[in-house]
């Protein structure tokens, strides 16, 4: 019954126009942004094999090694669509599943018949979880095959189990704001409120927890960095933090409370976009960053068992809206 | 026919200020512009503090050239507010207006209000007047707040330059937050689904206040410029013709640069008059006003054609 409940999720998913248009932009974007940054690496590389060739021409037998291009950064900017797009694609996803059973009046219907209350949600986590599994591998095969076809790059096997797990860390982010989302919808009896509802946390999870963060990032607040602009080292630089150790508490405490943040950190220590990761496997990296990862996993967790205790015990399921 | 526009004002501010989600997204945008002002103010004591602990540091070390403090303009502690109304301020504009026509007309009022001896442009402008009434008051609030939170918290006293760049802000503030209002009063014309109009203003929000921003960043060049005192590499970002084209479809880049030099954020225009700033700033306003004024006339001619009513 509930691979039945998923199956119906995922056809439905697929028929509506606002799931699809955010489905296409999000699908663009990320062709979009690998394109451009598989280009980067492309042109990265053309310049160090015109300067080979160039040496080569003079006659020079000491030839410089290839520096590290880095082509999995090229995902950068991926990490930024999915933590908008994604999050909003998520949340459309998870607020029509349950929404549109309450507006259609087919909840009591599926719940006349003998479809537990547990079975109906665990068949629609199912059902949108399999859809933001395909979304993913998805985008994954695309970034494979722009980093491989446009920008000419030949991925270690370190650089593969990197790049996947990024795009399971994308997957986990997009999960918590459809259980999110569904956790909103079945405790509202309104479908519309609970959607607007969603879309505050969002705001507030996303960017204003993050923006407030940056606001007070000490760094942040001359243009080029006050710390460089002081002319400091980054040994001087910690010195200095050591003495406010309280407001940088709060302010990473501020940031740790965004699921976004805790994507964008995993995300950026996996595809090297951060400096201090290189030299390590990924999974070491995964170890390092186990509080972001928690950070992702924990709350979608919490908020699925709040939606399963409220959805069980609410009496007024058969009332309409 | 003045008196048929005020009353479809004034049930647009009444309507607005009885909705408990728009109540709480006016809410989260007043507290987050209020605590800008003293995340602001602490963050520069901050600097100032950290300052005087570098120079002390640096005399323990025996550097025998010390870095000189940093320039902090009166204006720029209240800077963080560019950033919260161009994110914030125009999400408050999209909930103000995703169902000023949709949610009329899913009620049936609608047919009531066109019933009555009022025009449809009428109760176009009517709409727009009680939004814009709606943005002005809460943006006098939130000027207030600042600037009582300014000279309390920071202990400067703005001078008449500052307050006139700051009133000029406000105003383009609502300027900033009216095409937002306007453009998601037209989706709510077009459709009779609130809850897709209200999704399709979010994605053309992301579109333009982060997408194309993040897509013109990736354009930039970025030159590294080393610092011979702490031996540290900054990267210097410098706009192409790419990066620039893409950033005249994003109104909220032009809203930022402007917000940014009227607050005095960026040193090199912090001293200049505000005459002078606008005139230099002159396209980034057309830019911002431009797409305002063709939803403002695509609203009135939806709402002719309107079958519904």
Redesign the interface.
């Known amino acids: 019954m509930i691979i039945e409940i998923a199956k119906k999720e995922m056809r439905d998913a697929f028929r509506n ?2 799931f699809l ?2 489905l296409a ?1 999000l699908l663009v ?1 990320t062709g ?2 690998i394109v ?2 598989s280009c980067q690496v492309k042109a990265a590389m053309d310049n160090y094999n015109n300067s080979i060739s160039f040496l080569q021409s003079l006659g020079k037998a000491q030839l410089p090694p290839m520096p590290n291009l880095n082509p999995i950064s090229a995902s950068k ?1 991926f990490v ?2 999915i933590g ?2 994604g999050a ?1 694609l998520a949340i ?1 996803l998870g607020n029509t599943s349950i929404s549109k059973e309450h507006k259609n009046g087919t909840l009591r219907l599926i719940l006349s018949r003998g479809v537990f209350r547990d079975t109906f949600l665990n068949g629609k986590l199912l059902g949108n979880l399999s859809i933001l599994a395909g979304i993913t591998v998805l985008t994954g095969i695309i970034t494979f095959v722009s980093l491989i076809a446009i920008g000419g790059a030949a991925l270690t096997a370190s650089e593969v189990a990197r790049m996947l797990l990024f795009f399971g860390m994308s997957f986990l982010y997009m999960t918590f704001f459809t259980v999110l989302s569904m956790g909103i919808a079945t405790v509202s009896t309104k ?3 609970a ?3 969603t ?2 946390v969002w ?2 999870l996303s ?2 927890l993050p ?2 963060g940056d ?4 760094d942040n ?14 040994d ?1 630089e910690h ?2 933090l050591q ?2 150790k309280f ?1 940088e508490t709060l302010r990473d405490g501020v940031e740790e409370m965004s699921p976004t943040k805790h994507y964008e950190r995993i995300s950026y220590a996996l595809l090297n976009v951060k400096p201090g990761f290189e030299t390590n496997t990924p999974w070491e990296v995964v170890g390092l960053k186990w509080i972001n990862l928690l950070g992702l996993l924990a709350p979608s967790v919490a908020i699925w068992l709040l939606t399963y205790i409220a959805f069980l015990r609410r009496e007024n399921i058969y009332q309409s809206n | 026919m003045m008196n048929g526009i005020m009353t479809l004002a004034r049930k647009e501010v009444k309507t607005a200020f009885r909705d408990n ?1 728009f109540l ?2 006016t809410g ?1 945008f007043i507290l ?1 512009s209020v ?2 002002v003293y ?2 103010s602490s ?2 004591n ?2 100032l ?3 005087q ?2 120079v002390q ?1 640096l005399k323990g070390q025996g550097a025998a050239t010390l ?1 000189s403090p ?1 320039a902090i303009y009166p204006l720029s502690v209240l800077g ?1 507010i560019v ?2 109304v161009s ?2 301020g125009a ?1 408050v504009a999209i ?1 103000l207006g995703f169902e000023s026509f949709s949610g009329e007309r899913n009620n049936g009022t609608l047919k009531l209000i066109a019933a009555r001896p009022v025009y449809r442009d009428q109760i176009v402008t009517g709409k727009l007047l009680g939004g814009g009434m709606v943005i002005g008051v809460l943006l006098g609030i939130i000027l207030i707040f600042n600037l009582v939170l300014f000279t309390f918290v920071s202990g400067m006293t703005p001078g008449a330059d500052e307050i006139i760049r700051l009133l000029g802000f406000f105003l383009l503030a609502s300027v900033y937050m009216m095409v937002f209002y306007t453009a998601t009063m037209y989706v709510s014309i077009k459709t009779n689904d ?3 109009g ?3 203003m ?2 053309i929000w ?2 333009i206040s ?2 194309l921003p ?2 013109a960043e ?2 930039r060049n970025f030159a590294y410029a080393l ?1 011979a ?4 590499v ?1 990267q ?1 970002p410098s706009d192409t013709s790419v990066s620039k084209m893409i950033e005249l479809f994003s109104p909220a880049v032009q809203f930022q640069n402007i917000g940014k030099d009227l607050l005095q954020v ?2 090199e225009t912090s001293d200049i008059g505000i005459g002078a700033l606008l005139l230099k700033q002159i396209g980034a306003i057309v830019e911002i006003l431009i797409p305002g004024l063709a939803v403002l006339l695509l609203s009135y001619k939806a709402a002719q054609k309107e079958e519904v009513i």
């Open positions: 126009k606002l248009s955010i932009m974007l979009v942004s451009l940054g900017g930024n669509y908008m797009i909003l459309v479908g519309s409120r959607l607007l509802i879309v505050i705001l507030v960017f204003v923006q407030i606001t007070m990032d000490m607040q001359i243009p080029g960095g006050f710390f460089s602009t002081m002319g400091m080292s980054r001087q010195q200095v003495k406010f407001y | 989600i709480i997204v989260l987050l605590i800008s995340i602001g963050t520069k901050e600097e503090q950290a300052y602990d570098i540091l870095p940093p963080n950033s919260y994110m914030i999400v909930f609130s809850a897709f209200f999704m399709l979010m994605i992301l579109a982060f997408v993040q897509l990736s354009q610092n005192a702490s031996q540290t900054t210097v960026i040193p």
